[in-house]
């Protein structure tokens, strides 16, 4: 499944994911209007069930593409949780059969615990909603830069 493109405009729905080790935020966006919203947070339970949600999720979704938060240091330099993060992008792109993309998810998780804070959520429900929220910020910044992924998100200047 591929996108339809009008110029160099992608239309479709995308997938963001805010990996995690126990957690993956997931937001979903659409590339059309280049907006995202928090879908859910998803808690990882064995390789194949796992596999099964993703899949579900695609297909429910109407997924064109993935888009995997990169998380990377400030000079732009990649840490473990980058191949991580690598690693399960290619794991879900043999999974689901969506090509995957990476953006750069630097200061998403705080981003996203300062806006909790804000609404005076309590400290539960700010845990509850902080990956999903991460993973749309991350895919609302991938939408309007334009729906490029990165594969060098370079420094801070």
Do not use: C
């Amino acid at each position: 499944m591929s996108p339809e493109t009008t110029g160099s405009a992608a239309r479709g729905r995308v997938g963001g994911v805010d990996y995690g080790t126990v957690r993956i935020g997931v937001a979903i966006g659409d590339l059309e209007v280049r907006m995202a919203s928090p879908h859910e947070n998803y808690t990882r339970r064995s390789t194949a069930l796992d596999a099964q949600y993703f899949a579900t999720l695609a297909r429910e979704e109407r997924l064109v593409r993935w888009v995997v938060g990169l998380p990377v240091h400030l000079d732009g330099g990649e840490s473990q949780k980058s191949q991580e993060a690598r690693r399960f992008g290619k794991w879900l792109q043999d999974e689901t059969g969506l090509p995957v993309e990476f953006y750069d998810e630097r200061y998403t998780s705080s981003q996203a615990e300062a806006m909790l804070q804000e609404a005076q959520l309590t400290k539960k429900k700010r845990k509850a909603r902080l990956d999903a929220l991460a993973a749309q910020i991350m895919l609302t910044a991938y939408l309007e830069s334009g729906a490029q992924g990165q594969t060098d998100p370079g420094g801070i200047d």
